[in-house]
């Protein structure tokens, strides 16, 4: 297999100007270049992608960090930054914490000891002392850490505002939210208050179930749906994420419900699993695609250096009407 001793012989220049090609590290004449790029061709030489990393003192790897993979928010959203990250040329380390607390104090370790390069998280930790020790490029979904730390997210008030419309709209008198954990300090909390805030302008009664914190997984949301549904059988609105709100739709359906006739069913997230609703459900749509394409565009910049000229970024929702809400 050639080296890069090789490529220096047979472009007739010495290993230091190869090396600053492969690593783009100096300046190189377009005519040397050209005969490096060649003698590369000829010899099918191939850079070690580590070595060259390890050069610029980078691993290459960014990690991502979710409570869940079989959440489809984040599912979604990982499989979205990790084609993003490839465009950019970084791999993606992948890591979900719901079920071991952790892996998160080790993901951020590594950080420390550059085996990654930056980390995007949309963990639901209760402890960021962690990251705040961590002079190195992190970037946060729909998560408030620190002011020093950037967020990707939605604008989640009017998301809420968007939702609480439409069960306006519909003329509903008696609408259940389900909210996450309000320990957490997420944008995302904004949702249910400005929600509920619109709702009680028009005089509708509204109840808010709180969910355990960290807790992702398809049987807590099915036991919660079963509670919420058997405490307030006769709400005439429901409102919260893509799970959630699916199962909730299949449990009152069980129940002799009439969807939309007897109950009004609003999702939020957006998330391809709301295609497999009977009957279709209308939906708060977040821009995944577009969260996932801030979040690299701004931890790659951090990497580069250029993370001080970074804002926090909020990307709007839209309300996408299926069957649960048309009358």
Not at 24 to 40: H, P
Not at 71 to 99: D, I, R, W
């Amino acid at each position: 297999m050639p080296g890069i001793k090789d490529v220096a012989r047979r472009a007739g220049v010495g290993v230091a100007t190869v090396s600053r090609v492969i690593n783009n590290s100096g300046y190189v004449s377009e005519e040397t270049k050209d005969k490096i790029e060649k003698a590369m061709k000829e010899l099918d030489y191939m850079p070690n992608e580590l070595a060259r990393n390890l050069f610029r003192n980078k691993s290459g790897i960014i990690a991502v960090l979710v409570p869940a993979l079989e959440h489809p928010f984040f599912s979604e959203f990982v499989n979205q930054v990790e084609s993003a990250l490839h465009e950019k040329g970084y791999k993606t380390m992948v890591c979900s914490t719901a079920k071991n607390s952790e892996y998160e104090t080790e993901y951020l370790q590594m950080l420390k000891k550059c085996v990654v390069d930056g980390i995007i998280t949309g963990v639901h930790s209760l402890n960021v002392d962690e990251y705040l020790i961590n002079d190195m490029p992190i970037v946060a979904l729909d998560r408030y850490i620190d002011d020093r730390i950037p967020i990707v997210s939605v604008d989640h008030r009017h998301g809420g505002i968007m939702a609480a419309r439409e069960f306006i709209r519909c003329g509903c008198k008696k609408v259940v939210q389900l909210q996450g954990a309000k320990k957490v300090q997420s944008p995302a909390l904004e949702r249910h208050e400005y929600f509920q805030r619109e709702l009680k302008k028009a005089g509708i009664q509204v109840y808010t179930y709180e969910m355990e914190w960290n807790k992702f997984d398809t049987e807590y949301f099915a036991q919660v749906v079963k509670e919420v549904y058997d405490m307030y059988p006769d709400a005439d609105g429901m409102f919260g994420t893509d799970l959630v709100a699916m199962l909730f739709e299949k449990y009152a359906l069980s129940k002799g419900r009439k969807i939309p006739e007897d109950l009004k069913i609003i999702a939020y997230d957006g998330t391809y699993v709301t295609d497999m609703a009977h009957p279709s459900l209308t939906k708060i749509k977040q821009p995944i695609e577009r969260l996932a394409k801030e979040a690299t565009r701004i931890i790659t910049r951090a990497i580069d250096g250029n993370a001080a000229t970074e804002k926090n970024i909020y990307l709007e929702t839209v309300l996408i009407r299926g069957d649960s809400t048309r009358v």
